[in-house]
């Protein structure tokens, strides 16, 4: 007899990749007006949303941007891209430029003693770069080598743009071990920009209100709120993130905020069990999620990324050429031509 499917796995295979998707019942503030969207309300943030001091540009298009919840899942909260163009471009350097280079760790630490640069400024700098696969010794290895294996496992030699497609996440401030599920792998400094970005909408997502529910689900004094520990998930085309749910943390009743950067995805969000139907929303590029109270204990995935559909602000060669501190990166066509087939998630959490 065949074990009997969740609702949640239901919902997954229904977006399975490869045939049209199925977005009617999805939610989509971007197409649908909220008001006729009966499975959200529309909310008040509690604060404008302030730029950091320390960051030099202009982050937000809008104070005090329209937030959702939903309302069947208590705790969700959803800002519509609420980020200016150059910020989001910033945000996709702070992703591929910044972060994914030692002492943080990505998927590929298990197998290579990676450089200090970032696989995308290698590959950015010189596409015709190798990086040795080959069981070698360390005498055998030429200058030009920016990596050594650390397994026999991969035989074939490759270039900084091939490992960067398999690049699939990048772990923030404490070490998450995807073996044992704990954070025992040692800490590395969260990046301070984007730690004061996460608290400036946790503060802003503070008791938010609206006319049927004053608490919409966070109770959470978002002053409190430090990046404690993040993940950086890199989903090309094909990519899904299974149902599960994060519940590592010491503490949950900090929210967990997330960022999308790029193609725009299917996010599912269900219950504490996978029984409970979920519901399917569109995320797209520049858009917050941040799972509170209830909802910071659901069972959530993306089983789809929907091609064709980043933003010409990011996905146009040349749209980041005059950007505040443009010269400290690369040309921006890299960027262009990544992000035209990935979707970037970047989300941190308070632990403790």
């Given at each position: 007899?065949?074990?009997?499917?969740?609702?949640?796995?239901?919902?997954?295979?229904?977006?399975?990749?490869?045939?049209?998707?199925?977005?009617?019942?999805?939610?989509?503030?971007?197409?649908?007006?909220?008001?006729?969207?009966?499975?959200?309300?529309?909310?008040?943030?509690?604060?404008?949303?302030?730029?950091?001091?320390?960051?030099?540009?202009?982050?937000?298009?809008?104070?005090?941007?329209?937030?959702?919840?939903?309302?069947?899942?208590?705790?969700?909260?959803?800002i519509?891209n609420?980020?200016?163009?150059?910020?989001?471009?910033?945000?996709?350097?702070?992703?591929?430029?910044?972060?994914?280079?030692?002492?943080?760790?990505?998927?590929?630490?298990?197998f290579?003693?990676l450089?200090?640069?970032?696989?995308?400024?290698?590959?950015?700098?010189?596409?015709?770069?190798?990086?040795?696969?080959?069981?070698?010794?360390?005498?055998?290895?030429?200058?030009?080598?920016?990596?050594?294996?650390?397994?026999?496992?991969?035989?074939?030699?490759?270039?900084?743009?091939?490992?960067?497609?398999?690049?699939?996440?990048?772990?923030?401030?404490?070490?998450?071990?995807?073996?044992?599920?704990?954070?025992?792998?040692?800490?590395?400094?969260?990046?301070?920009?984007?730690?004061?970005?996460?608290?400036?909408?946790?503060?802003?997502?503070?008791?938010?209100?609206?006319?049927?529910?004053?608490?919409?689900?966070?109770?959470?004094?978002?002053?409190?709120?430090?990046?404690?520990a993040?993940?950086?998930?890199?989903?090309?085309?094909?990519?899904?993130?299974?149902?599960?749910?994060?519940?590592?943390?010491?503490?949950?009743?900090?929210?967990?905020?997330?960022?999308?950067?790029?193609?725009?995805?299917?996010?599912?969000?269900?219950?504490?069990?996978?029984?409970?139907?979920?519901?399917?929303?569109?995320?797209?590029?520049?858009?917050?999620?941040?799972?509170?109270?209830?909802?910071?204990?659901?069972y959530?995935?993306v089983?789809?990324?929907?091609?064709?559909?980043?933003?010409?602000?990011?996905?146009?060669?040349?749209?980041?050429?005059?950007?505040?501190?443009?010269?400290?990166?690369?040309?921006?066509?890299?960027?262009?031509?990544?992000?035209?087939?990935?979707?970037?998630?970047?989300?941190?959490?308070?632990?403790?």
């Amino acid at each position: 007899m065949a074990p009997v499917q969740t609702a949640f796995r239901k919902a997954e295979k229904k977006y399975k990749r490869g045939q049209p998707p199925d977005l009617d019942n999805a939610v989509d503030l971007a197409t649908t007006a909220a008001a006729a969207n009966e499975a959200v309300r529309e909310i008040k943030l509690a604060c404008d949303l302030e730029t950091p001091a320390t960051i030099p540009l202009q982050l937000f298009s809008q104070r005090r941007p329209p937030a959702y919840a939903l309302r069947d899942h208590p705790g969700l909260l959803l800002i519509p891209n609420p980020f200016t163009d150059e910020a989001q471009r910033w945000l996709a350097r702070k992703c591929l430029c910044d972060c994914p280079r030692p002492p943080n760790r990505t998927n590929l630490d298990a197998f290579f003693s990676l450089p200090p640069e970032s696989l995308f400024e290698l590959a950015s700098n010189s596409e015709k770069s190798s990086l040795p696969i080959a069981n070698r010794s360390q005498a055998d290895i030429q200058q030009s080598d920016v990596t050594l294996p650390k397994e026999k496992f991969y035989t074939q030699p490759g270039s900084p743009s091939s490992l960067l497609e398999r690049q699939c996440w990048c772990t923030l401030g404490l070490q998450y071990n995807w073996t044992t599920k704990e954070y025992d792998r040692g800490s590395s400094p969260f990046d301070q920009d984007l730690d004061s970005l996460m608290r400036a909408i946790a503060i802003a997502i503070t008791r938010p209100s609206d006319t049927s529910d004053p608490a919409s689900g966070n109770d959470y004094n978002g002053n409190l709120f430090e990046s404690e520990a993040g993940i950086i998930n890199y989903y090309d085309e094909r990519a899904t993130m299974a149902g599960h749910v994060d519940k590592t943390e010491e503490k949950m009743d900090a929210p967990l905020i997330s960022l999308s950067i790029g193609l725009s995805c299917v996010y599912l969000i269900g219950g504490t069990t996978r029984d409970t139907e979920p519901t399917p929303i569109v995320l797209h590029s520049g858009d917050v999620l941040a799972m509170c109270g209830e909802s910071r204990t659901a069972y959530h995935g993306v089983p789809l990324v929907l091609a064709d559909t980043t933003p010409a602000s990011l996905s146009c060669p040349n749209s980041g050429a005059n950007d505040n501190a443009a010269a400290a990166y690369p040309e921006w066509h890299y960027f262009a031509k990544y992000l035209e087939h990935h979707r970037i998630n970047c989300n941190a959490r308070k632990c403790s």
